[in-house]
């Protein structure tokens, strides 16, 4: 069945466009192919991935070339000989001439296309004006200079002969399937020979995919300005046209000019040297491809240069400077979007940050972050405008390091923090880290409010493919739910609930003063009910280096503000006076709930009250949400909570709040309420707790806490010292909050494995 809407008043008022009466051509061309039954013919779409494997692979074992290079020849062929499909090149620059030539000649063959074709491809595709890169710079068939490499004249003719008889079982390139353009690049950046070198440049399809799926594309806007600012070859920007029918339309021309509303770029460092402009010529390239159908339906010369100037070159810069992007500073409050995956480095950095200083842009750098990956991320906070959002990809140092807890803080005061996407380690070729998603929103520029609302974690362990050299496909992928999850969360985050294992939905205090390693917030049970098992990340003996300085710094700053405070404290004489927990709380409020009241109740009745179990840690609703007023169950306020099964846990809660049947609400009696302070009593608790024994050997009763004697700070006329108390329980909240710290770089620095790496 063929559909085909069409206004025949524009004919007879002679307003058809161009491209209108190409489309009008090709509808009676489609109907002149009907086959039997008087059904259409299917048009040939190819997927034409098993002749790039075996063009890949005969240049890479005719060479012995690193697997990049042989990859930026696969790409000029196939443009060679998709242009020649679409009669875009003709006599004598097109394939089938080259390819005749060389049955007999295959030396003048190659001269021909040497001289002669790529000489017709740059003058199609004109250099850019500002950085020199146009679509294609092989250097196996040719050298630096363009010429022909006569060294390679057999593999050379090899290659035609392979497109030859692909076109021969298959057709040719006219219509190019989407997961060919999709998967291209990809394919080889599997090879492990090429892992370190061109990895670092690529982002695995999947997790490409699932972060474009978490934009929702089709809802961007058409004038909407975008930037990869560390881009690699396009895959963010290219996924994003592909998946958003809205954006990749205004590359369509009208009357052949293209004039799109939407502003697109990506910035790639380079210099003068070829191999650094590589990578934007290959992005250029790779948009080419990804643009076959623009192309196949408007195949003359002249469009082709339209697009290199309105798309190729205009979305694609090289910025041949030490700083790169970094020292682009003129789209500062700029995009509406930007995803990124910017390169990890903290080796050299001193250097950057020093010319940084140089050029006079520290102030657009104030965090000092250890990193190239920080100094990345304030990059991306200054070009977002207000309410712009970011998707960053972040390895997992940056995450905890005390040497970024400035930048971490400069996040949380500049922008909304929407989500954070644990990633398993090795999700990248060319590294073993543990990295993950971190989605943003730039707050208003006079915003200096704490965040309010939640933010969204998802644990993904597997991405759909194996995370070794070979990168086979497997069924396994959380990346598609964790991006359906955030979209339904991002449509009322005040009012989401998941009952999804994989998701938990935080309160934003859970990053302030600590690490954003989120993953850690899944315990060992939930891990084993989820089949994770931990692995073993690698770090550099550089970043080793770094841990330890971090961990020496943290120490070493605590020891001078624990003196500090302790001289304070010796100076103020505090006195103390010793109460019983019956003296000042009114145990006949502390009765919980009932055994009845379950996880599965409460997942049957979800709402916007927290429940707390027994747990050691202050932030975590562990039994969920559920409904406010439900019959049968108890809610408290603004008060402590004390866990009865021996797991040593008093904490201040505030808000309104439900509690499971191991844990009783604490009140203070109404004549203590303005003289106590209950963060102070929630520390001393538990310290007195450790001094009685208690544990899940040794239980308390109600009895027995009752009698429980704790000293509290007096004025010299004997009442509460409310202030004294204030200043105490800081005290311990800053310790505690060092003590964390610690332990977690512990943890952190136990769970990796150190490679040393040769120095240059």
């Known amino acids: 069945e063929l559909r085909f809407v069409f206004d025949s008043a524009k004919i007879a008022d002679k307003k058809l466009t ?4 190409q489309e009008l051509c090709r509808l009676f061309d489609r109907l002149n192919h009907i086959g039997k039954n008087n059904q ?19 240049i890479w074992i005719s060479t012995g070339k690193e697997p990049e290079k042989c990859l930026y020849n696969v790409v000029e062929m196939f443009i060679f000989k998709f242009l020649s499909d679409l009669k875009v090149l003709e006599y004598p620059f097109d394939f089938y001439t080259i390819y005749e030539l060389s049955k007999n000649n295959s030396e003048a063959a190659l001269k021909t296309y040497a001289q002669s074709v790529r000489k017709e491809i740059k003058e199609m595709f004109p250099k850019s004006i500002l950085d020199g890169t146009t679509v294609i710079n092989g250097t196996i068939f040719v050298n630096e200079t363009g010429e022909p490499n006569l060294a390679q004249v057999g593999l050379f003719k ?37 892992v370190s070198a061109m990895g670092q440049y690529f982002t695995p399809r999947n997790v490409v995919n699932s972060i474009i799926n978490m934009i929702n594309p089709e809802y961007l806007k058409e004038d909407i300005k975008i930037c990869d600012p560390f881009c690699g070859v396009g895959g963010f920007l290219l996924e994003l046209l592909n998946s958003s029918e809205n954006l990749k339309k205004q ?9 799109p509303k939407v502003e697109i770029l990506g910035f790639d460092k380079g210099s003068d040297e070829k191999e650094d402009e590589r990578t934007i010529i290959l992005a250029k390239a790779n948009m080419l491809i990804y643009f076959s159908d623009i192309l196949s339906n408007n195949n003359t010369s002249v469009f082709m240069k339209e697009l290199s100037e309105k798309a190729f070159n205009k979305v694609f810069k090289l910025v041949k400077t030490n700083l790169g992007t970094l020292g682009v500073d003129q789209y500062r409050n700029y995009f509406d979007l930007i995803i990124t995956n910017p390169p990890y480095v903290t080796s050299g950095v001193s250097s950057i ?63 909304i923090i929407d989500a954070i996407i644990s990633l398993p380690s090795r999700t990248f070729f060319a590294t073993p880290k543990k990295t993950y998603i971190v989605a943003l929103t730039k707050k208003e520029d006079d915003d200096k409010k704490q965040q309010q609302r939640p933010f969204f974690t998802y644990l993904v362990s597997e991405i759909g493919e194996t995370r070794d050299a070979k990168r086979f496909e497997t069924p396994a992928n959380d990346l598609p739910k964790m991006s ?42 939930e891990k084993k009910e989820l089949n994770i098992h931990e692995d073993i990340t690698v770090i550099d003996d550089r970043e080793f280096f770094n841990l330890l300085s971090d961990m020496g710094d943290l120490m070493v700053n605590f020891a001078k503000e624990f003196k500090s405070s302790m001289t304070v404290e010796a100076d103020q004489n505090v006195q103390y006076k010793s109460v019983e927990l019956k003296e000042i709380f009114d145990f006949s ?19 916007d009250i927290p429940v707390y179990g027994a747990t050691q840690f202050h932030g975590k609703p562990t039994y969920g949400y559920v409904q406010d007023n439900l019959e049968g169950v108890k809610y408290f306020e603004n008060c402590l909570t004390w866990n009865i099964d021996g797991s040593l846990g008093c904490f201040y809660r505030e808000g309104r709040f439900s509690l499971s049947e191991k844990v009783i609400p604490l009140y203070l009696k109404q004549e203590f309420i303005d003289d106590l302070d209950l963060s102070f009593l929630s ?53 505690e909050s060092k003590r964390f710290e610690i332990i977690n770089m512990t943890k952190y620095l136990i769970d990796k494995q150190v490679r040393v790496e040769p120095y240059q």
């Not at 590359?251 to 004039?259: A, E, L, M, T």
């Not at 520290?362 to 972050?369: A, D, K, T, V």
């Open 18 to 21: 161009d491209e209108e009466k």
């Open 40 to 58: 259409l013919e299917k048009i040939q779409i190819l997927n034409p991935k098993n002749l790039a494997d075996r063009v890949w692979q005969k």
């Open 158 to 194: 090899q290659v035609l002969e392979e497109f030859h008889k692909y076109e021969k079982n298959f057709g040719s390139f006219n219509k190019i399937d989407k997961q060919f353009k999709t998967r291209l690049y990809e394919s080889f950046l599997r090879e492990s020979a090429g």
């Open 251 to 259: 590359f369509r021309p009208r009357n052949g000019i293209i004039d």
């Open 353 to 415: 940050k020093q010319e940084i200083k140089d050029k006079g842009l520290e102030f657009l750098y104030p965090s000092n972050g250890n990193g190239l990956e920080g100094l990345a991320v304030e990059w991306i906070i200054n070009a977002l405008k207000p309410k712009g959002k970011a998707f960053i990809v972040l390895p997992d140092g940056i995450m905890s390091r005390q040497g970024d807890k400035r930048l971490r803080n400069r996040i949380l005061d500049t922008c």
């Open 484 to 525: 359906e999850e955030f979209r339904y969360f991002m449509s009322n985050p005040e009012k989401y609930k998941s009952d999804n294992l994989r998701c938990k939905i935080h309160d934003i205090q859970r990053l302030k003063d600590q690490h954003w390693l989120i993953d850690r917030d899944w315990s060992y049970d």
């Open 589 to 607: 409020k502390s009765v919980s709930n009932t055994s009845k009241f379950t996880k599965s109740l409460i997942n049957q009745n979800q709402g």
């Open 683 to 735: 520390y001393i608790l538990i310290q007195k707790a450790n001094e009685y024994g208690f544990s899940r050997d040794f239980k308390p009763n109600q009895t027995q806490l009752k009698e429980v004697c704790i000293d509290i700070p007096i004025k010299q006329d004997g009442s509460f010292d409310l202030q004294a108390q204030k200043r105490i329980a800081k005290k311990y909240q800053n310790i």
